[in-house]
Structures are given as structure tokens and as C-alpha cells.
């Protein structure tokens, strides 16, 4: 389905000007079209920097990684030009013309993985590390480009093998009246490898906030400093604030970093009745955004009295994730902390004390973790989606298992088999053309 006959050419760096540029090709024709391009019939040496002037536009740095030993397995020539899209374009074309045919988003990276050097959970690592916008994210991916997740995967795939070998054989050899493998032991190594398989998935919910981020909103009636709050959180002004009630009408975004968790701030409209049309549209968008999001933090004014519509913002929000933040603790206090009858926070948006407590909670909420020092060993929805339904066979194989006699082997067989099936689609020894291409379409070109 995918061809990887022919050579391919792309600028691997983003975009615009920079100092450097780079474009790469990959292929067996590789040598000979950077050969066209230099206008030179010498050979490259292998990982050495040869200085050049390439398609008659530029001088650039030209490097010959010779296959097996490059990113796609193939022969790769990177060459480091000047960050201008005219020139970079110019030596695209030039290789084009000289056999090259221009690189698919992420042709590179399928290359790698067709060729064996990488598999896929490492692939996918390299798309996230690019798009990282936190550390935390980039050492996730970048623990996982080294092969964490996939030597994790391995060890159960393993165990299971030769689990299921055993069991082949007892059933192949039904007569000799000796088991591979004891009865007994079907169930307790059945057990075992479903423990380290759920060992791996405890860290799937941080592992997966962590990878995608997620979204909170600050929600609250009119004047409570939502605003003021949100700004705090952003490290900017970002939000208008003012003491009229019904500043913000429109939904307002920033995107931040708290504790290493990518958060898409949203800042709302304060909730009241009102006959202003274009404040009850920002209300009902306040609503609908506190219905999706990740966490809400509902913020109160401890300087006021409780009004209805606080009542109606924290019964409107009971069902959801959420943290009650009682703000303006640096006036005189209208009512107590119990009031509430739920774990809150009291802080002050102005002088910002208690905002390290709000997001510490942002994170054990989002996460169910106090801190994120350590990265997670998995956090790719498709990898946790098919862990998951790993475990699923193999408790249901161990259930069968402790059943004993009244279940035949070849049933228990058919679900570890499943269980190893979903691994290996996780590793990628297993694949479809449509999964490869939805992986890989998100991969910008020159990758
Ligand atoms: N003293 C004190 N005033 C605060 C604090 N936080 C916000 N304010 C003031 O409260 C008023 C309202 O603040 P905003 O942040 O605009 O409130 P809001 O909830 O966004 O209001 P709307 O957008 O109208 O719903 C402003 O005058 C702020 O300066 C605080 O912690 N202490
Ligand atoms: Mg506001």
C-alpha cells in the first residue's frame, strides 16, 4: 500500500525564516540526486560534513547517513542550507527534478517504522514530542521514543507467549498425560500477567491529561473576580477586569502551563438573569463551556453575602469536577468556610495568596496525582484503549481458568490470544493501512 520504492524530498524545519534550514531526502536514489544537486560525482562519505553548492542557490552543509544506519533506515542526505523558503524551496524543486518525489505528511516517520527502526508506540512518540508544549509533555514522549512503553509491552507480551505455548502444547499432545503447564499455574500466571498489564494502566488518566492537556473553566456569578483569577492563572492580564458586574461577556481563552499539565484556561461570563441580549448569550456560553470541560473552578466572593445565583452556579455544577474557590480573602469575611459544605480554597485573586493551593488542586484534580514529578509510562488513548481490552480477555480468561475443568482450554486460548492480538497492535507488530495512515496524517511534512 505505501511505497517506499521511490525517494523522498521535503523541508524537515518549520515554516518561515530561520538561521538554518533543512531538507531531506530519503531513498535509494538519495546519493545520486544529492549528486545532481552538488553537481559533484565523488561519493559522500558517510556522517561527515561536506560543505557544497547546492542547485546553484546557496552553499550548505550536506550529510549522508548511509542505510541501515539513518532516522528512515534508508539513505538519507540532510542538507543544513540557509533558513529561507526561496532557497529551501529552490533545492526541493532541484532534487525533484532530479528523481526525488516530495514527502507525504510524516513519510519519513513511516519509513522509520516500516523499516524496523522504530516501532509504532516510538513513532507516535516522535509526532507528540514535536508537539509538545510543556516540559512534562516532551519528556513523556521522549521517554517513550526511547522505548519505555514499548519494553513494558514486551515483558507481557512475553509472559503471555509463553503462556499460551504451554497451554498449545498440553492441548496437542492430549494423550502423553503430562501437562506443560499444571492446571493450578494456568490461573495464578494468568493473574500475573493481568497485574502487570493493570500496573501499566494505573498510570493511564494522568498519562493521557498529561499527553492531551485539558480544558478548565472558571465559572461563578457576576463581580466574584473570576477575571482577576483567570489573569492570576495566566501570568498576564489577559481578561478585562473591572468592578462593574457583567465585564466579561464572551468566552476568553489562554492556553498555560501549571505544573507541567498543558490547561486551556476559560474564562465566562458571570452568571445572572439578565435582559441584556448580548450578556445572555455569554451566559448560556458560560453554561454550555462548564458542561464540557475537564474541571470547573467555581469561584465565590467570601466579602458578600451568598446570593442566588452562587447557589444556582454550585448546584448548576454539582455533578462535575470541580473546585469551590472562596476569593477576596483579603477583606472582611461575609460568611465561614462551612458554609459551603464542600473542601474549598480561600484565596485572593489581588494579592494572589492562596493561588498555590488552587493549583496544586487543578492538578490532583485533573490528575489524581498530588505532584507530576515522574513521567507516566503511558499516555496515548489508542495504547490505553487496547491495554485496556487486553485485560479485559485476560481477566476473562482467568475467570475461565479458576472455573477449571468445565472449561475447555481452546476458550482460554481464544481470549489470551485476543489479549496478545490487542498488544501487538499497540506495538504496531499488527496493523492496518487505515491506522498506519490516521498515525501518520498528523505528522506535518518533513517528518
Ligand atoms: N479585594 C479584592 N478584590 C478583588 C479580588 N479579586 C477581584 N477583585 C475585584 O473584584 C472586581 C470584579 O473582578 P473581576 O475579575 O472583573 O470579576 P468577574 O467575576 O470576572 O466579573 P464579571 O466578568 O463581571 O462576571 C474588580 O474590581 C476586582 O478588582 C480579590 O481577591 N480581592
Ligand atoms: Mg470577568
Known amino acids: 500500500m505505501f ?14 525564516r530561520g538561521g538554518l534550514g533543512v531538507v531531506r531526502i530519503s531513498g535509494e536514489a538519495s546519493q545520486s540526486i544529492a549528486g545532481a544537486l552538488l553537481g559533484r560525482s565523488a561519493p559522500l562519505a558517510p556522517r561527515h560534513a561536506t560543505l557544497a553548492r547546492v542547485g546553484g542557490v546557496d552553499q550548505a552543509i550536506v550529510t549522508l547517513f548511509a542505510a541501515p544506519h539513518s532516522y528512515t533506515g534508508e539513505d538519507v542526505v540532510e542538507i543544513s542550507a540557509h533558513g529561507s523558503p526561496v532557497v529551501l524551496r529552490a533545492i526541493v524543486e532541484a532534487a525533484m527534478q532530479a528523481g526525488a518525489r516530495l514527502a507525504a505528511p510524516g513519510e519519513f516517520t513511516l519509513r ?19 508537539e509538545a508544549a510543556t516540559p512534562l509533555q516532551a519528556r513523556t514522549a521522549f521517554d517513550q521514543l526511547e522505548g519505555t512503553l514499548t519494553r513494558r509491552i514486551a515483558e507481557i507480551d512475553a509472559a503471555l507467549f509463553d503462556l499460551v505455548a504451554r497451554l498449545e502444547a498440553s492441548l496437542d499432545f492430549p494423550d502423553e498425560g503430562y501437562h506443560f503447564i499444571e492446571p493450578q499455574e494456568v490461573d495464578r500466571s494468568i493473574r500475573a500477567v493481568a497485574s502487570q498489564a493493570r500496573r501499566l494502566l494505573a498510570d493511564a488518566r494522568h498519562g493521557r491529561t498529561i499527553r492531551e492537556g485539558a480544558e478548565l473553566v472558571v465559572a461563578g456569578r457576576t463581580n466574584v473576580g473570576k477575571s482577576s483569577l483567570f489573569n492570576v492563572l495566566a501570568g498576564h492580564d489577559r481578561a478585562i477586569v473591572t468592578d462593574v458586574p457583567g465585564t466579561t461577556r464572551d468566552l476568553v481563552t489562554e492556553r498555560v502551563d501549571i505544573a507541567g499539565l498543558a490547561v486551556t484556561l476559560v474564562d465566562t461570563a458571570g452568571m445572572r438573569e439578565t435582559l441584556d441580549v448580548v450578556e445572555r448569550e455569554g451566559v448560556d456560553r458560560a453554561r454550555q463551556a462548564s458542561e ?27 455533578a462535575r469536577r470541580r473546585i469551590i474557590v472562596r476569593n477576596k480573602i483579603d477583606l472582611a469575611a461575609a460568611w465561614s468556610e462551612a458554609e459551603v459544605g464542600e473542601r474549598n480554597v480561600g484565596v485572593s ?10 493549583r496544586a488542586g487543578i492538578v490532583e484534580a485533573l490528575t489524581s496525582r498530588e505532584e507530576l514529578r515522574e513521567t ?22 482467568a475467570d475461565a481458568a479458576r472455573s477449571g475443568a468445565a472449561t475447555p482450554e481452546e476458550f482460554l486460548l481464544t481470549d489470551l490470544q485476543h489479549a496478545r492480538a490487542a498488544l501487538e497492535e499497540i506495538t504496531g507488530r499488527r496493523t492496518t493501512d487505515d491506522l498506519l495512515r490516521h498515525i501518520f496524517e498528523r505528522f506535518c511534512i518533513g517528518k
Open 349 to 358: 485573586a489581588r494579592t494572589g495568596e492562596g493561588m498555590d493551593r488552587v
Open 376 to 397: 507516566p509510562a503511558i499516555s496515548n488513548v489508542r495504547h490505553i484503549a487496547l491495554l485496556d481490552a487486553a485485560l479485559l480477555h485476560l481477566d476473562r480468561a
Open 112 to 130: 522509520a517504522f516500516l523499516n524496523g527502526r522504530l516501532d509504532l508506540v516510538q513513532a507516535e512518540a516522535v509526532g507528540d514530542l514535536i
Open 3 to 16: 511505497s517506499t520504492t521511490d525517494t523522498i524530498v521535503a523541508i524537515a524545519t518549520p515554516q518561515g
Open 292 to 318: 464540557v470541560a475537564a474541571l470547573v473552578v467555581v469561584v465565590l466572593d467570601q466579602s458578600e453575602p451568598l446570593r442566588d445565583d452562587d447557589r444556582e452556579v454550585l448546584e448548576r455544577t454539582r
